[in-house]
């Protein structure tokens, strides 16, 4: 039996990007799905902030996406997710970084900004993020791989994917579409979203829809 538990909740961004490096290394986990609005005491032992995801394996228990993939990484070097040169490996964690300080907050204002003046603001600094990686990211590292870094998966991709994934929702709500000039984005999207791992962690978009009408208090209508 596996001695590694996965905490997590099928809605959580960060949930998502474990979930696909547990199955990209072939790492056998017991999935426990958490309620985040009543959660068990077992859970809230082993993530003491009360976030999702977190981990138990064996005795050890870490929480916060981050350093539990990378924690995967070391302890489950294969196939790696992270180049072996520190230079590089340096690169990749500044665009991991990129994506957790850049474009999620900028996602985030656009769609859950407090007035139109926020939320415009938020359109302004995500379409800046998103021609930054078209031309610095995948423009310059990739050498014309599919991925961030070229030939192989890496946790880089990994650390954009699940917002991809909810771009139906800017659609939805703020009627946004990525603009033309991020054909190389575009491409590494539709690459990325066919592998099976992201396939298995994926929720459909009325999952996203319906969800994030409820948190914006706004009606969907279907025809």
């Known amino acids: 039996m596996s001695t590694l538990q996965l905490y997590f909740a099928k809605a959580s961004t960060f949930s998502q990007r474990t979930r696909v490096v547990?199955?990209?290394?072939?790492?056998?986990f017991t999935p426990i799905e958490i309620d985040l609005q009543n959660k068990p005491e077992a859970f809230t032992q082993v993530s003491r902030y009360g976030k999702v995801p977190?981990?138990?394996?064996?005795?050890?228990?870490?929480?916060?996406?981050?350093?539990?993939?990378?924690?995967?990484?070391?302890?489950f070097p294969e196939p790696a997710l992270l180049p072996h040169d520190p230079a590089q490996k340096a690169v990749a964690r500044i665009w991991i970084d990129y994506a957790n300080t850049r474009l999620?907050?900028?996602?985030?204002?656009?769609?859950?900004?407090?007035?139109?003046?926020?939320?415009e603001q938020g359109k302004r600094e995500f379409?800046?993020?998103l021609l930054y990686i078209e031309?610095?990211?995948?423009?310059?590292?990739?050498?014309?791989?599919?991925?961030?870094?070229?030939?192989?998966?890496?946790?880089?991709?990994?650390?954009f994917y699940p917002w991809f994934e909810r771009l139906p929702v800017l659609e939805k709500f703020r009627n946004f579409?990525?603009?033309?000039?991020?054909?190389?984005?575009?491409?590494?999207?539709?690459?990325?979203?066919?592998?099976?791992?992201?396939?298995?962690?994926?929720n459909p978009t009325e999952f996203y829809v319906e969800r994030f009408a409820k948190i914006l208090g706004l009606t969907v209508t279907t025809a």
């Open 104 to 119: 999620v907050p900028a996602f985030n204002k656009f769609l859950r900004g407090k007035d139109t003046q926020e939320q």
């Open 177 to 202: 579409t990525l603009p033309t000039e991020t054909y190389k984005l575009q491409e590494w999207w539709e690459n990325l979203r066919q592998r099976e791992s992201i396939q298995q962690v994926a």
């Open 54 to 75: 977190a981990i138990k394996h064996g005795d050890v228990e870490i929480y916060e996406s981050a350093i539990i993939n990378e924690y995967l990484e070391e302890v």
């Open 127 to 129: 379409l800046e993020s």
């Open 22 to 28: 547990l199955l990209e290394k072939g790492i056998d």
């Open 135 to 159: 031309e610095e990211g995948l423009g310059k590292l990739s050498g014309n791989g599919p991925y961030f870094l070229g030939e192989h998966l890496s946790l880089v991709d990994i650390s």
